[in-house]
C-alpha cells in the first residue's frame, strides 16, 4: 500500500512539517554541535520486534521536508511482515538532517507498524467470515490520517474518517433528537441522498425503533452477547448490523458467530503498542 501524492502533498506534509517544528524550535543544538558543517551521511532502519511494517513514505518525507535530497532505500514494503534485527532500509543525506529528523521519522513509523501489527492480529481472528473489521474515530489528534492508513495496512478497513463523512446517531445524537425516530426521521431530513444512516442503539427496543424508523446500519453498541443474538435475528436483513463496544482479542472469534457484517474496535489506534524500529549505524560517506 502507499499513500497517494496528492493526499501526501495536501494532508500529510503540513502534519509532519507541524511534528517537526515541534522538535526544532531553533536549530538542533546537539546536532550543530557535533556537526557545524555538511557532510553526507547514512544511516541504517533496522527492526528491534516482529510485526507489520508501516509509514514508510512517512519515515522519509520527515527527512526529504528538511532537505529535499535526502533519500531513503527500502528493502521492504508497507504492510511486509518483518523480524526483529532485520534491515528495513537506509536513510542518507546531510548528516545534520539525519540527526534532526530522526525522532520525528521514527515516531510516526514505530507508532503507524504498530498499528498495523496490532490490526494484523485482530483481523486475523475473523479469517474466513465475510465480516469487516472496522476502526473509530478514537485516534491521537492530528494523527488520524497516518493511524487510519495503517489500520487499512494491517488487513482492517476505516469507518467513517471525520464527522464530515457519514450519519451516525450516537446517544447523544438520539436524546437531542427526543428518541429513535425522530432521530432518523431529521437525518433523512438533512443529510445528501448518497448517506446512509447509522444508528447505536443499546436495547432491543431501540433496536426495533431503528429498523421501523428504516436506519440503514445498525450498530449494537455494549449490549451481551445473548442480546445482540437476539437482535441481529429481529433485523433479519433489513439493514447491516455493526458490533461494537469492548471489542477485544479475546471474545471477537464469538462475536463473529452473530452473523453480522462489521466489527468496530476502537482498540485498534487507541491501544496498540508501538513497534520498535531504531536507526543506527550512522556515518559520513563520499
Do not use: W
Amino acid at each position: 500500500m502507499m499513500i497517494d501524492p496528492v493526499t501526501m502533498k495536501l494532508n500529510a506534509d503540513p502534519l509532519i512539517l507541524s511534528a517537526l517544528q515541534e522538535d526544532i524550535t531553533s536549530g538542533d543544538v546537539s546536532a550543530n554541535s557535533v556537526m557545524p558543517y555538511a557532510q553526507p551521511g547514512e544511516a541504517d532502519l533496522i527492526c528491534k520486534q516482529d510485526g507489520i511494517i508501516c509509514g514508510l513514505q512517512v519515515f522519509e518525507r520527515a527527512f526529504t521536508l528538511l532537505e529535499e535530497t535526502a533519500q531513503a532505500e527500502f528493502f521492504v514494503s508497507d504492510g511486509d511482515a518483518v523480524s526483529s534485527g532485520q534491515l528495513a532500509g537506509t536513510v542518507r543525506g546531510d548528516i545534520r538532517t539525519l540527526l534532526c529528523a530522526e525522532r520525528t521519522a521514527l515516531n510516526y513509523l514505530q507508532r503507524m507498524s504498530g498499528i498495523a501489527t496490532y490490526t494484523h492480529s485482530v483481523a486475523a481472528l475473523l479469517k474466513g467470515t465475510d465480516i469487516k473489521l472496522l476502526d473509530t474515530r478514537k485516534t491521537s489528534p492530528n494523527n488520524r490520517i497516518f493511524e487510519k492508513y495503517a489500520v487499512r495496512t494491517g488487513g482492517g478497513c476505516n469507518h467513517r474518517y471525520n464527522l464530515s463523512d457519514g450519519v451516525l446517531l450516537k446517544d447523544n445524537h438520539i436524546g437531542a433528537a427526543g428518541g429513535v425516530k425522530q432521530a432518523v426521521a431529521m437525518a433523512k431530513e438533512y443529510a445528501p441522498f448518497v448517506r446512509k444512516i447509522e444508528v447505536e442503539v443499546e436495547t432491543l427496543d431501540m433496536v426495533k425503533e431503528a429498523v421501523e424508523a428504516g436506519a440503514d446500519i445498525i450498530m449494537l453498541d455494549n449490549m451481551t452477547y445473548d442480546q445482540m443474538k437476539e437482535a441481529a435475528d429481529f433485523i433479519a436483513g433489513r439493514a447491516e448490523i455493526e458490533v461494537s463496544g469492548n471489542v477485544t482479542k479475546e471474545n471477537i472469534a464469538k462475536l463473529a458467530t452473530l452473523g453480522v457484517d462489521y466489527i468496530s474496535s476502537g482498540a485498534l489506534t487507541h491501544s496498540a503498542p508501538i513497534l520498535d524500529l531504531s536507526l543506527k549505524n550512522l556515518h559520513a560517506v563520499s
